[in-house]
């Protein structure tokens, strides 16, 4: 079966859902609506009980999602209707829908993966990239906050290294990323597809309500993070108001680097 987005696409076949980020124009970038769109298909997972395992992946073979689009940075977010807030809850109930999600969900990263792109691969349970990709964070870099990576990239890769992948913002490939336990599998572009099914295929031998109990069991230490998400999305909304926050989409305006440095008086 397959609903109709504008944003995505979901597929359904063999007890295994694929969800495509269908943007590959802005490197499989999201907005507001992308992200609506994600809530309503995992959930739609959720309630058809054939399906033993999901995989996300963005469209085309340039990106899985290099985050927020820049279009909801630059002024979008001062429009009537919108703000940071009402964005803020609705990556957060996506965050809880795929974590609640009682199947495995594999990211299948094949490009880009990176600020808000790397926050929802790292939602996934486990994460299978192509030679070729890259990982991190942009959050300080243009005047955002990857809230909602501080809180899983640590119990991966450790406080050390997720300090240096938030404040310095520098990319990694996939075969650091794997070193460091930050994803599961690297492998070559054209064994990419097989890897993926082989995966799901071997998910769907096993007991669905033993890896139901597995997840939740496995999820635990971080699920009692969640206040923290709540907690600095709101200190991010009301970083969103400032001038600082508003060099970094200047300077993307502007073509040239953000100047955070005349901040510090």
Known sequence: GKM?????????????????????????????????????????????????????????????????????????????????????????????????????????????????????????DLAIATEKSKFGQTGPMVGGMPYLATNLLPRLVGERKTKEIVFLCRQFTAKEAEELGWINKVVPEEKFEEEIDEWCNRILDMSPTSLKIAKVSINFGSDLLYPSLTHAAHMVADYFRTEEQKEGPAAFLEKRKPNFRKFRK
């Open 4 to 124: 109709d987005f504008e944003d995505i696409i979901l597929k359904k076949e063999d007890g295994i859902a694929k969800v495509i980020i269908n943007r590959p124009e802005v490197r499989n970038a999201f907005r507001e609506k992308t992200i609506e769109e994600l809530i309503i298909a995992f959930k739609e997972i959720m309630l058809d009980t054939s399906i033993g395992v999901a995989v996300l992946r963005g469209a085309g073979d340039k990106a899985f999602c290099a985050g927020g689009d820049m279009s909801l940075v630059l002024g979008s977010m001062g429009k009537k209707g919108s703000s940071m807030e009402v964005f803020n809850a609705k990556l957060i109930e996506l965050y809880t829908v795929i974590r609640n999600l009682t199947i495995p969900v594999i990211a299948a990263v094949n490009g880009y993966a990176i600020g808000g792109g790397n926050e929802l691969q790292l939602w996934c």
